[in-house]
């Protein structure tokens, strides 16, 4: 489990807290530092802490900040993960103390926690604690040792210490040796607390009854549970090599540049043996050490010269302490400490990396806006790594130092994407080293648009001049605005935002297609009617919310020739008596004594247009006698061209025609009738006779008259013969009709001879030959009797003076048939008339004023 800590800030620790989270709500780095301290070797998905909670974030909030960690390195990102949901920091990879950190006493990794909107950054330290997890080796399998049978009891010979890579009490080493009454171990402390083993002779030994010994040392740490490695110790029983090497120095210290090149001495140690011969030569050795370190030293087994044979890195590891051993051709050994210092070089450049980078940002991000977070680091030490920033290029962006070594890039000022649509930065890192060493990261930063700029038209009032008589939909003018900003805050879109154009009528005048600006007109327009209008036109983009511009666009109506003079005077005057249902014609008395120029008339026109096209002019073109009259050329007024004379026509005729200017010139004619007399009285005679022409006109009239009455007639025998042949092919359908018999030589019928009662009550302003018959019995046809009935006239029958019913014993009816009980009752008057036949059709005829025919057509039902 891990286990969690926070650092406090002191006393104040609460206010620290609460500015904490002030800052991080107005967006500002925090200086608080979250650290955790969790065992090595954890699983991966194994819990570090709950950072979200730890940095006072909701779990509401946690989709819209963007919780995730960031670093200058890339093997701390690897090691740790945050979980988007929860916010808990979790491992991502296994890890091991020692391969990180080696046999440092302590072992962290650090790295920046990010969160956005808004943006701020927290520093996070996770401590890798130590676990019991290696246990004590040593370099060698055995060791050897030569003792000499002549060393005295209490001799010490020097044994390899084992090493363990754990730290700290897991470190800590005791040792342990097999029982036997010859030896046995001591401890030797040394510097740093560590122990180094002894083997003690107890007794005098004796080659001749054991030449030998076998040992076992054992090294155990002091973790829970402890762990242990052991070597086996040979010892071989020699003669006389009484003296061990001894080293000028028990530890020997040398300083040394991390680039020191490969193959550099680094130092010469030195051991001297008192024995002669074999037993005073000594040879040089590592003693426990790792295997890194004999990548990186070497050393000469002769002259004990310790030099280089890796590349040195101050960055990766700035000590070694390093065990040599010492032994001579006798078996003798002994042991020192050799302690290599690497100082520092200023090699490493400052490494600059992008935590954080918020492009585009808006172009109204208020001053002092945080829009990237950069974290600078530089491997070196002292003022080798010590670096200051600063940004390069015309921006308005500065750069804020911040804790930890990161460093916040902010705006200074506004920003008009207007102006410039992304802006470009150096940010050049530069160390305190001799010679110093810089670095540099360019930085784009993206504006994006916001809907800060109207729509703005190219004039602020437009003028468009139409001819009049224009088609429906001609293009009158094109508008057109821009809109400074980007994607759819540019967009303009046109509309009619009001002004003079639909005032004349119910529909506009124009209309503006929204996307291009052009004004297009909605009808024909009529200069005489509307000389000219204004519009407004407004641009709108589409922008949330939107922003718009108006312009005035002012139409003028340009005039056409469409409209002819029109004369008021004479021929105003004569529409107006007509109107009065008079049938003279205006007339102008003129004496006879009238000398050249007399003013006879004056002929007013007047004409709609304007300018050339209203420009009227006079001209005679028809008169009866043209030598006596002229016409004013512009101001209309008929004179006497010369002295009236007794020879001239008492009525006379002029015709003048008006013109107008216009291109084509469109005219007017005023017919004016002038009466040669001496005064009004005189001139009614002249007035009364019947004009010329009379005769023809009433001989064309009944010429046209007599032709609608002969096609009229036509019309009506072709409808009669229509009606005579459907009623004949009836008839021929359904057999021989009574209809027809009764208009036979034999006038009678088998039922007896009915006559209608009471047609006085009938209006017939004709005389009728009537025929009236009831429904035909079903007896054969060669069976008719002769009736004994006379035959009556239609005079007898409907002409009477009287209108009483005849009697039964009238004269009229002789030996008439009885009836018969089923037979129909005889029809009476003209309801039976109707009653008794399917169809009744009168139609008259009109031939002439003084003679009318009828015709009645039955059809028996």
């Given at each position: 489990?891990?286990?969690?800590?926070?650092?406090?800030?002191?006393?104040?620790?609460?206010?620290?807290?609460?500015?904490?989270?002030?800052?991080?709500?107005?967006?500002?780095?925090?200086?608080?530092?979250?650290?955790?301290?969790?065992?090595?070797?954890?699983?991966?998905?194994?819990?570090?802490?709950?950072?979200?909670?730890?940095?006072?974030?909701?779990?509401?909030?946690?989709?819209?900040?963007?919780?995730?960690?960031?670093?200058?390195?890339?093997?701390?990102?690897?090691?740790?993960?945050?979980?988007?949901?929860?916010?808990?920091?979790?491992?991502?990879?296994?890890?091991?103390?020692?391969?990180?950190?080696?046999?440092?006493?302590?072992?962290?990794?650090?790295?920046?926690?990010?969160?956005?909107?808004?943006?701020?950054?927290?520093?996070?330290?996770?401590?890798?604690?130590?676990?019991?997890?290696?246990?004590?080796?040593?370099?060698?399998?055995?060791?050897?040792?030569?003792?000499?049978?002549?060393?005295?009891?209490?001799?010490?010979?020097?044994?390899?210490?084992?090493?363990?890579?754990?730290?700290?009490?897991?470190?800590?080493?005791?040792?342990?040796?097999?029982?036997?009454?010859?030896?046995?171990?001591?401890?030797?402390?040394?510097?740093?607390?560590?122990?180094?083993?002894?083997?003690?002779?107890?007794?005098?030994?004796?080659?001749?009854?054991?030449?030998?010994?076998?040992?076992?040392?054992?090294?155990?740490?002091?973790?829970?549970?402890?762990?242990?490695?052991?070597?086996?110790?040979?010892?071989?029983?020699?003669?006389?090599?009484?003296?061990?090497?001894?080293?000028?120095?028990?530890?020997?210290?040398?300083?040394?540049?991390?680039?020191?090149?490969?193959?550099?001495?680094?130092?010469?140690?030195?051991?001297?043996?008192?024995?002669?011969?074999?037993?005073?030569?000594?040879?040089?050795?590592?003693?426990?050490?790792?295997?890194?370190?004999?990548?990186?030293?070497?050393?000469?087994?002769?002259?004990?010269?310790?030099?280089?044979?890796?590349?040195?890195?101050?960055?990766?590891?700035?000590?070694?302490?390093?065990?040599?051993?010492?032994?001579?051709?006798?078996?003798?050994?002994?042991?020192?400490?050799?302690?290599?210092?690497?100082?520092?070089?200023?090699?490493?450049?400052?490494?600059?990396?992008?935590?954080?980078?918020?492009?585009?940002?808006?172009?109204?991000?208020?001053?002092?806006?945080?829009?990237?977070?950069?974290?600078?680091?530089?491997?070196?030490?002292?003022?080798?790594?010590?670096?200051?920033?600063?940004?390069?290029?015309?921006?308005?962006?500065?750069?804020?130092?911040?804790?930890?070594?990161?460093?916040?890039?902010?705006?200074?000022?506004?920003?008009?994407?207007?102006?410039?649509?992304?802006?470009?930065?150096?940010?050049?890192?530069?160390?305190r080293g001799r010679p110093a060493l810089w670095s540099s990261r360019e930085l784009v930063l993206e504006v994006s648009d916001v809907n800060d700029n109207a729509p703005v038209f190219e004039e602020a009032a437009y003028s468009a001049y139409v001819a009049e008589n224009n088609a429906a939909g001609a293009l009158v003018l094109r508008?057109?605005?821009?809109?400074?900003?980007?994607?759819?805050?540019?967009?303009?879109?046109?509309?009619?935002?009001?002004?003079?154009?639909?005032?004349?009528?119910?529909?506009?005048?124009?209309?503006?297609?929204?996307?291009?600006?052009?004004?297009?007109?909605?009808r024909s327009l009529d200069y005489e009617q509307c000389r000219e209008f204004t519009v407004a036109v407004r641009a709108q983009d589409g922008g949330s919310p939107a922003r718009s511009s108006t312009a005035t666009v002012r139409v003028f109506v340009l005039d056409r020739n469409d409209n002819a003079p029109r004369v008021l005077w004479?021929?105003?005057?004569?529409?107006?008596?007509?109107?009065?249902?008079?049938?003279?014609?205006?007339?102008?008395?003129?004496?006879?004594?009238?000398?050249?120029?007399?003013?006879?008339?004056?002929?007013?026109?007047?004409?709609?247009?304007?300018?050339?096209?209203?420009?009227?002019?006079?001209?005679l073109v028809q008169a009866s006698e043209p030598a006596l009259f002229r016409v004013g050329l512009h101001s209309g007024e008929v004179r006497t061209a010369r002295a009236v004379s007794e020879r001239d026509a008492a009525k006379q005729r002029v015709v003048a025609v008006v013109k107008d200017h216009g291109q084509p010139a469109l005219?007017?004619?005023?017919?004016?009738?002038?009466?040669?007399?001496?005064?009004?009285?005189?001139?009614?005679?002249?007035?009364?006779?019947?004009?010329?022409?009379?005769?023809?006109?009433?001989?064309?009239?009944?010429?046209?008259?007599?032709?609608?009455?002969?096609?009229?007639?036509?019309?009506?025998?072709?409808?009669?013969?229509?009606?005579?042949?459907?009623?004949?092919?009836?008839?021929?359908?359904?057999?021989?009709?009574?209809?027809?018999?009764?208009?036979?030589?034999?006038?009678?019928?088998?039922?007896?001879?009915?006559?209608?009662?009471?047609?006085?009550?009938?209006?017939?302003?004709?005389?009728?030959?009537?025929?009236?018959?009831?429904?035909?019995?079903?007896?054969?046809?060669?069976?008719?009797?002769?009736?004994?009935?006379?035959?009556?006239?239609?005079?007898?029958?409907?002409?009477?003076?009287?209108?009483?019913?005849?009697?039964?014993?009238?004269?009229?009816?002789?030996?008439?048939?009885?009836?018969?009980?089923?037979?129909?009752?005889?029809?009476?008057?003209?309801?039976?008339?109707?009653?008794?036949?399917?169809?009744?059709?009168?139609?008259?005829?009109?031939?002439?004023?003084?003679?009318?025919?009828?015709?009645?057509?039955?059809?028996?039902?």
């Amino acid at each position: 489990m891990a286990v969690r800590r926070r650092q406090r800030l002191g006393p104040g620790g609460g206010r620290a807290l609460l500015a904490a989270v002030l800052l991080c709500v107005w967006g500002r780095a925090a200086a608080e530092r979250v650290r955790y301290a969790i065992p090595e070797e954890l699983g991966r998905g194994s819990l570090v802490g709950p950072l979200a909670r730890d940095l006072g974030l909701s779990a509401d909030e946690l989709p819209a900040r963007k919780l995730r960690v960031a670093s200058a390195g890339k093997k701390q990102l690897k090691y740790f993960t945050v979980n988007e949901e929860n916010g808990n920091l979790y491992v991502n990879e296994r890890l091991d103390r020692e391969e990180m950190c080696g046999d440092s006493a302590t072992c962290s990794v650090s790295f920046e926690a990010l969160v956005h909107n808004p943006l701020n950054i927290f520093h996070v330290e996770v401590a890798i604690e130590d676990v019991n997890d290696n246990s004590p080796t040593f370099s060698k399998a055995s060791l050897d040792l030569e003792i000499s049978e002549w060393t005295l009891p209490g001799a010490q010979f020097p044994l390899e210490m084992a090493r363990d890579a754990d730290v700290g009490t897991n470190s800590l080493l005791t040792y342990q040796l097999t029982s036997d009454p010859s030896f046995s171990l001591s401890m030797k402390e040394k510097a740093g607390g560590k122990k180094q083993p002894e083997l003690v002779l107890e007794r005098a030994l004796d080659r001749e009854k054991q030449s030998s010994f076998d040992l076992v040392l054992t090294a155990v740490d002091g973790g829970d549970p402890a762990r242990s490695g052991s070597v086996q110790i040979r010892i071989n029983v020699t003669d006389a090599n009484d003296n061990p090497p001894v080293f000028s120095k028990s530890v020997y210290e040398a300083r040394v540049a991390e680039n020191l090149p490969v193959g550099s001495l680094v130092l010469r140690v030195v051991a001297t043996d008192a024995d002669a011969g074999s037993n005073g030569r000594v040879s040089y050795s590592f003693s426990s050490v790792p295997d890194t370190v004999k990548e990186l030293f070497t050393i000469d087994s002769e002259s004990g010269e310790i030099m280089t044979s890796g590349a040195l890195d101050f960055e990766e590891k700035s000590k070694y302490i390093i065990g040599l051993e010492a032994t001579d051709g006798g078996g003798l050994t002994s042991h020192c400490e050799v302690q290599i210092d690497i100082t520092d070089e200023n090699d490493n450049a400052p490494e600059i990396t992008i935590l954080s980078l918020s492009s585009p940002v808006p172009e109204d991000a208020p001053v002092g806006t945080v829009v990237a977070l950069l974290n600078v680091k530089d491997p070196d030490s002292g003022e080798n790594g010590q670096v200051s920033c600063e940004l390069s290029g015309e921006a308005p962006l500065s750069i804020v130092a911040s804790s930890g070594g990161s460093y916040k890039v902010v705006t200074t000022g506004a920003l008009d994407r207007e102006q410039a649509s992304e802006h470009g930065v150096t940010v050049v890192a530069r160390d305190r080293g001799r010679p110093a060493l810089w670095s540099s990261r360019e930085l784009v930063l993206e504006v994006s648009d916001v809907n800060d700029n109207a729509p703005v038209f190219e004039e602020a009032a437009y003028s468009a001049y139409v001819a009049e008589n224009n088609a429906a939909g001609a293009l009158v003018l094109r508008v057109q605005a821009r809109d400074a900003d980007a994607g759819a805050n540019g967009r303009v879109s046109y509309w009619l935002a009001g002004g003079s154009a639909g005032a004349a009528g119910a529909a506009p005048l124009v209309s503006v297609e929204a996307r291009s600006g052009a004004l297009y007109a909605q009808r024909s327009l009529d200069y005489e009617q509307c000389r000219e209008f204004t519009v407004a036109v407004r641009a709108q983009d589409g922008g949330s919310p939107a922003r718009s511009s108006t312009a005035t666009v002012r139409v003028f109506v340009l005039d056409r020739n469409d409209n002819a003079p029109r004369v008021l005077w004479p021929a105003a005057a004569a529409a107006a008596g007509e109107a009065a249902g008079g049938a003279a014609t205006p007339f102008e008395v003129v004496p006879r004594s009238a000398e050249a120029g007399y003013l006879v008339a004056k002929v007013v026109a007047v004409d709609a247009d304007a300018g050339r096209n209203a420009w009227l002019s006079y001209e005679l073109v028809q008169a009866s006698e043209p030598a006596l009259f002229r016409v004013g050329l512009h101001s209309g007024e008929v004179r006497t061209a010369r002295a009236v004379s007794e020879r001239d026509a008492a009525k006379q005729r002029v015709v003048a025609v008006v013109k107008d200017h216009g291109q084509p010139a469109l005219s007017a004619t005023a017919t004016l009738h002038v009466v040669l007399a001496e005064s009004l009285q005189e001139a009614l005679p002249e007035l009364s006779e019947r004009p010329a022409g009379a005769e023809e006109e009433a001989a064309a009239a009944a010429e046209l008259q007599f032709y609608l009455v002969l096609a009229l007639a036509l019309l009506s025998a072709l409808l009669v013969l229509s009606v005579a042949l459907a009623v004949l092919a009836r008839l021929r359908r359904a057999g021989p009709p009574a209809v027809l018999r009764c208009l036979g030589a034999q006038r009678f019928s088998l039922a007896g001879a009915a006559f209608p009662a009471d047609f006085c009550e009938g209006t017939l302003p004709y005389s009728y030959n009537l025929c009236v018959a009831a429904p035909a019995r079903a007896v054969p046809e060669a069976a008719w009797p002769p009736p004994p009935v006379p035959v009556l006239s239609a005079e007898e029958l409907l002409g009477g003076d009287s209108c009483e019913k005849p009697s039964p014993n009238s004269d009229l009816v002789v030996g008439e048939p009885p009836a018969e009980p089923d037979a129909p009752q005889v029809c009476k008057g003209w309801a039976s008339l109707f009653k008794s036949f399917r169809i009744v059709v009168i139609f008259p005829w009109v031939f002439s004023a003084w003679s009318q025919w009828v015709f009645v057509i039955c059809i028996p039902k």
